[in-house]
């Protein structure tokens, strides 16, 4: 390879790692941290309608 | 101290609603911005070439630096962690003024967002760090005044989770936020303050051309999207928890 050619892109293949890291490191904790909170919704959800309906049930009795 | 109307935390608001299109549009804005980021803004110069070369019809006389494509990234989440600081003590300042405890949700769910963006600047300036600088951490002005902030907002997770009392954790915990937002401005001047510090400075650096600015306002404002989503989506989710936890008080009683 042309050395000029080299010494131009002599830096680019070296930080592919650091770069793909840095992404795939903020998208991947952001999907996470999403799904974590989606579930914890969920079942706060869930929670939430039980008790609706318990108070209900009790305040008919 | 005010007497507080309702008993049983109300949860459900209609900005709720906008988490769901805030982070959709988040993640389309940030992918579309990181697409930008490689195929639309041109690469940034490094050395000097011994001689220039003809690459594409572009004459280049400066070594391609890949690495700088961590920046699209690192100063959005940065800018971000800055402003979910910001409302963290906003709320933490209501709490003090009003006791309302919704506030201090708010305050709390601030300043997890933060944490998280917190988190992210770090980690993506140190993958840029230990390739451009060699080392994974040196003591530099803005990497010292970032990391005492990160320190400060652990710091608040940890006392929150040490005092048992609602009142004097909310009251505490609006304290250290408030601390927490003192740091921003010193992390965001230090650079000036200290002309030698080795951390690159956008205006130092000569400013952005228009396709490098493009590109970072389009993932600012994912970001900030992704922000805001995050923070109405744990905000609902705390919300419903402590509704919760009332209705099982008050069936107790």
Same mark, same amino acid.
């Given at each position: 390879?042309?050395?000029?050619?080299t010494d131009?892109y002599?830096?680019?293949?070296?930080s592919?790692?650091?770069?793909?890291?840095?992404?795939?490191?903020?998208?991947?904790?952001?999907l996470?941290?999403v799904?974590?909170?989606?579930?914890?919704?969920k079942k706060?959800?869930?929670?939430?309608?039980?008790l609706?309906?318990?108070?209900?049930?009790?305040s008919?009795? | 101290?005010?007497?507080?109307k309702?008993?049983v935390?109300?949860?459900g608001?209609?900005?709720?609603?906008?988490?769901?299109?805030?982070?959709?549009a988040?993640?389309?804005?940030t992918?579309?911005?990181?697409?930008m980021?490689?195929l639309?803004a041109?690469?940034?110069?490094g050395a000097?070439?011994?001689?220039p070369e003809?690459?594409?019809?572009v004459?280049?006389s400066?070594q391609?630096l890949l690495?700088?494509?961590?920046?699209?990234?690192?100063m959005?989440v940065?800018?971000v962690?800055?402003?979910?600081?910001?409302?963290g003590?906003?709320?933490g300042?209501r709490f003090?003024?009003?006791?309302e405890?919704?506030?201090?949700t708010?305050?709390?769910?601030?300043?997890e967002i933060?944490?998280?963006?917190?988190v992210f600047?770090?980690?993506?300036g140190d993958?840029?760090t230990?390739?451009e600088?060699?080392v994974?951490w040196?003591?530099?002005p803005r990497?010292?005044?970032y990391?005492?902030l990160?320190l400060?907002?652990?710091?608040?997770f940890?006392?929150?989770?040490?005092?048992d009392?609602p009142?004097?954790r909310?009251?505490?915990?609006?304290?250290?936020?408030?601390?927490a937002?003192?740091?921003?401005?010193?992390?965001?001047?230090?650079?000036?303050?200290?002309?030698s510090s080795?951390?690159?400075v956008?205006t130092?650096?000569?400013g952005?051309?228009?396709d490098m600015a493009?590109?970072?306002?389009?993932i600012?404002?994912?970001?900030?999207?992704?922000?805001?989503?995050l923070?109405?989506? @744990?905000?609902?989710?705390? @919300?419903l928890?402590e @509704?919760?936890?009332?209705?099982?008080?008050?069936?107790?009683?």
């Amino acid at each position: 390879m042309n050395p000029i050619l080299t010494d131009i892109y002599s830096t680019v293949i070296p930080s592919a790692p650091f770069i793909i890291a840095a992404y795939a490191i903020v998208w991947v904790v952001l999907l996470v941290y999403v799904v974590m909170v989606v579930r914890g919704l969920k079942k706060t959800e869930a929670q939430m309608a039980l008790l609706e309906e318990a108070i209900a049930k009790k305040s008919r009795d | 101290m005010a007497q507080r109307k309702v008993n049983v935390p109300e949860a459900g608001q209609w900005p709720d609603k906008l988490a769901v299109p805030a982070l959709a549009a988040g993640a389309a804005l940030t992918t579309a911005g990181f697409l930008m980021a490689f195929l639309f803004a041109a690469p940034v110069n490094g050395a000097a070439l011994d001689a220039p070369e003809l690459v594409g019809g572009v004459m280049v006389s400066h070594q391609q630096l890949l690495s700088q494509k961590i920046f699209y990234f690192h100063m959005p989440v940065a800018i971000v962690s800055f402003i979910a600081l910001a409302f963290g003590a906003y709320y933490g300042v209501r709490f003090l003024t009003t006791r309302e405890q919704r506030f201090d949700t708010c305050s709390r769910v601030a300043m997890e967002i933060a944490l998280l963006f917190v988190v992210f600047t770090m980690i993506t300036g140190d993958l840029w760090t230990r390739f451009e600088w060699g080392v994974w951490w040196t003591w530099e002005p803005r990497l010292t005044t970032y990391l005492i902030l990160m320190l400060i907002v652990i710091a608040y997770f940890v006392m929150r989770n040490a005092v048992d009392d609602p009142e004097r954790r909310a009251t505490y915990a609006s304290v250290i936020s408030v601390i927490a937002l003192v740091d921003v401005p010193i992390c965001f001047m230090i650079t000036r303050l200290i002309p030698s510090s080795v951390h690159p400075v956008i205006t130092r650096e000569g400013g952005m051309a228009p396709d490098m600015a493009a590109t970072v306002v389009v993932i600012m404002l994912g970001m900030m999207l992704v922000g805001y989503g995050l923070y109405r989506l @744990r905000f609902r989710e705390a @919300r419903l928890a402590e @509704r919760v936890q009332a209705l099982k008080e008050q069936m107790e009683d």
